[in-house]
Every structure is written in structure tokens, then in C-alpha cells.
């Protein structure tokens, strides 16, 4: 088993900042990737960004390509989210997940790819 929280959320204004936190434990050494998703009111889950297990491999969505940056410490188990530049779009709940198949190819853009997930932090961006 593998819990994750994240944290870091809050309201910001258009153009503001904030960087979001996830800190896994538990099994953490069957880590394959990690990644963040996002979902709006009444909108599916869609993905953010992510990152292959050692940290050399990035992965991002087109809409926050260029503003935000995922990287990960793997001596605290945590993985970050910066966001730059917010804008109104970027109002959602963000999740944090785990792929825990290491061993096999991680799969960063699909949420069933993932074994586990974090419970979310909102964040609001105002205009």
C-alpha cells in the first residue's frame, strides 16, 4: 500500500503562484512514476503532468506546458507541482497519484494507469 497527501492548495490570483506538495509512504519502493491530474466542476479528470521514477522523464498536458513544473526529491518521498502563471482554467481539484508497477513501462497520461491516489487539494484561481 502507498498513501499519498497532498498539499498546497489555496486561492491565488490571475497570474499568482503556488506550489503543490505530495508525500508518499508506505511501499514506496515499487514506484514506477508519479503524476498529478486535475478535475473542475463538472468536468472529467484530466492530466497535468508527471514524472518517470527516477526523475529524468517529464510528461505535461498542452494547456499547462511552459507554466508548470513537476519534479520530484526522492529523499523525502515527495513530489512537486509548481505553477506559474494560473489562470482562471487552472480552478480545480488537483490529485496526486502512483503508479506502483515498477518494473513495466509507465503509461504517465491515463488516470487507470495509476494504482494509487491522494484525496485532492482545491485550488482556486480568481480573476
Known amino acids: 500500500q502507498v498513501q499519498l497527501v497532498e498539499s498546497g492548495g489555496g486561492l491565488v490570483q490571475t497570474g499568482g503562484s503556488l506550489r503543490l506538495s505530495c508525500a508518499a509512504s508506505g511501499r514506496t519502493n515499487s514506484n514506477n512514476g508519479m503524476g498529478w491530474f486535475r478535475q473542475a466542476p463538472g468536468k472529467e479528470r484530466e492530466f497535468v503532468a508527471a514524472i518517470s521514477r527516477s526523475g529524468g522523464s517529464t510528461y505535461y498536458a498542452d494547456s499547462v506546458k511552459g507554466r508548470f513544473t513537476i519534479s520530484r526529491d526522492n529523499t523525502k518521498n515527495t513530489v512537486y507541482l509548481q505553477m506559474n502563471s494560473l489562470k482562471p482554467d487552472d480552478t480545480a481539484v488537483y490529485y496526486c497519484?502512483?503508479?506502483?508497477?515498477?518494473?513495466?513501462?509507465?503509461?504517465?497520461?491515463?488516470?487507470?494507469?495509476?494504482?494509487?491516489w491522494g484525496q485532492g487539494t482545491q485550488v482556486t484561481v480568481s480573476s
Open positions: 497519484a502512483a503508479d506502483s508497477s515498477w518494473g513495466t513501462v509507465f503509461l504517465p497520461y491515463r488516470s487507470n494507469d495509476y494504482d494509487y
